[in-house]
């Protein structure tokens, strides 16, 4: 007997029209040179463009739009290393609740002063000896607040969904998606709506080389935690596949890839110089993925989600300049 998924495309279109005019629906870019470059059709999905500069925004405001009134009233707390921190912070200011999330140390300052700037309030933490997770619930339980993890969430899933769901009703039939995976939930919710449209589409997850957990998870079967990554894509720094994420991607992603910083940087410059956009590490690792040939046989027609860019001056010009 077949269990019913967690999250289906049913789901994700309903996310859809939960966020419909609050969320962004953000712009598909082309490409000849990256046409020419990858031998390919390419389809970039450009989340840099989302409110908060990243896909975040959509799963957090479908979650927070989903709790009740006296949830709102009591507050929301989550944990981030960025990018979902200023969504949920973005999302309960818009839903006239508030929101205290827990955030690493060294996350990029841009971030966490970002966050801030929507009003929540920042609880730090040393990444490298705590878990996130733990102290995260502690936190929500002491205060009374409601925890939105930042993707082991059906609605959160759903809500991240909407991106792939767009990019396919925007250009038709695509024979490839590659999405950027950090705990799962991009992608989680991209496989959801790609595969529910139609099921001969692949689904390519893109991982940093210091942060391969889920690679090694899908290929052992079962979660598999690695140290912390040290890697200059924060967003996926990430050591254990989610528990509600991993299931959906073992049966609906077909293979994970994984790039270098080096190669996380060649896209940022390529980005910035071709297409005039600027993508944070995170953000572009789908693209590295395509320009360093890392797909061992790309796809016609590929869509690509860039999931965000956010990265100040300074960081960029640490990372990308000559």
């Known amino acids: 007997m077949t269990s019913t998924p967690l999250v289906t495309l049913d789901d994700v279109r309903a996310a859809a029209d939960r966020i419909k005019g609050v969320a962004h629906r953000t712009p598909v870019l082309r490409s000849r040179t990256l046409d020419a470059r990858v031998g390919a059709e390419t389809f970039l999905k450009c989340e840099n463009f989302q409110r908060?500069?990243?896909f975040k925004f959509?799963?957090?405001?479908?979650?927070?739009?989903r709790l009740t009134p006296e949830q709102l009233a009591k507050g929301i707390a989550s944990f981030s290393s960025g990018n979902h921190a200023q969504a949920i912070a973005l999302a309960a200011r818009e839903r006239g609740s508030r929101a205290v999330i827990?955030?690493?140390?060294?996350?990029?300052?841009?971030?966490?002063?970002?966050?801030?700037?929507?009003?929540?309030?920042?609880?730090?933490?040393?990444?490298?000896?705590?878990?996130?997770?733990?102290?995260?619930?502690?936190?929500?339980?002491?205060?009374?607040?409601?925890?939105?993890?930042?993707?082991?969430?059906?609605d959160v899933i759903a809500g991240q969904g909407t991106a792939a769901l767009e990019l396919l009703e925007e250009v038709g039939a695509l024979?490839?998606?590659?999405?950027?995976?950090?705990?799962?939930?991009l992608i989680a919710g991209s496989a959801t709506a790609a595969k529910g449209l139609d099921a001969?589409?692949?689904?390519?997850?893109?991982?940093?080389?210091?942060?391969?957990?889920?690679?090694?998870?899908?290929?052992?079967?079962?979660?598999?935690?690695?140290?912390?990554?040290?890697?200059?894509?924060?967003?996926?720094a990430i050591e254990t596949p989610g528990e509600l994420t991993f299931p959906i991607n073992q049966r609906?992603?077909?293979?994970?890839?994984?790039?270098?910083?080096?190669?996380?940087?060649?896209?940022?410059?390529?980005?910035?110089?071709?297409l005039k956009i600027v993508i944070e590490p995170s953000g572009a690792t789908g693209l590295a993925a395509l320009l360093?040939?890392?797909?061992?046989?790309?796809?016609?027609?590929?869509?690509?989600?860039?999931?965000?860019?956010?990265?100040?001056?300074?960081?960029?010009?640490?990372?990308?300049?000559?």
């Open 102 to 154: 827990l955030m690493p140390e060294d996350t990029p300052l841009s971030k966490r002063e970002a966050a801030e700037g929507y009003g929540a309030e920042i609880v730090t933490y040393d990444r490298y000896a705590g878990d996130r997770t733990a102290i995260g619930r502690q936190l929500a339980a002491e205060r009374d607040l409601t925890l939105i993890p930042p993707y082991d969430h059906p």
């Open 252 to 274: 609906l992603v077909d293979e994970i890839v994984l790039v270098s910083d080096d190669e996380i940087r060649d896209a940022m410059r390529f980005a910035f110089e071709r």
């Open 52 to 54: 908060i500069g990243a």
């Open 58 to 65: 959509r799963g957090a405001y479908h979650a927070v739009s």
């Open 292 to 322: 360093a040939g890392r797909l061992p046989q790309v796809p016609p027609r590929v869509g690509v989600i860039i999931s965000g860019g956010n990265i100040n001056t300074r960081r960029f010009a640490e990372l990308c300049g000559d």
């Open 200 to 236: 001969r589409i692949r689904v390519i997850g893109v991982e940093p080389e210091a942060g391969d957990d889920t690679k090694r998870s899908l290929e052992a079967g079962h979660r598999v935690s690695v140290p912390v990554p040290r890697t200059i894509a924060d967003g996926q």
């Open 175 to 185: 024979d490839g998606l590659v999405s950027p995976v950090g705990g799962g939930g």
